[in-house]
Nanobody, 125 residues
């Protein structure tokens, strides 16, 4: 089974930037980032089909976050710009090996079978 290792979380002031990275132990069809804020359910925020430019973003982060990939290194990055206090959450990398024929990868966590341990992002006002 694919294993995922995340890095890059931390604390930043509002308006700042952070980059998260996730290294997979093997190739998968799609990878993405999800987050869970305190007291809320986990939500999908950015996903990408590996080896393509097809990505998907939640409305809450579109225009501020950018998911990129380095396929040779089996790594995806999440560049988070103009961070807001409401972006504070535990961020999880996820990978999925099932292609359902969607033109863009799903933000539904049920479509992802492998999860990283999570990395905390805290944004102060």
């Amino acid at each position: 089974q694919v294993q995922l290792v995340e890095s890059g979380g931390g604390s930043v002031q509002a308006g700042g930037s952070l980059r998260l990275s996730c290294v997979a132990s093997d190739y998968t069809i799609k990878m993405g980032w999800f987050r869970r804020a305190s007291g809320k359910e986990r939500e999908g925020i950015a996903t990408v089909y590996i080896g393509t430019d097809r990505s998907n973003y939640a409305a809450s982060v579109k225009g501020r976050f950018n998911i990129t990939q380095d396929t040779r290194k089996k790594t995806v990055h999440l560049l988070m710009n103009n961070l807001k206090p409401e972006d504070t959450a535990m961020y999880y990398c996820a990978a999925g090996g099932i292609f359902r024929g969607d033109s863009i990868p799903s933000l539904d966590e049920s479509d992802y079978t492998t999860w990283g341990q999570g990395t905390q992002v805290t944004v102060s006002s």
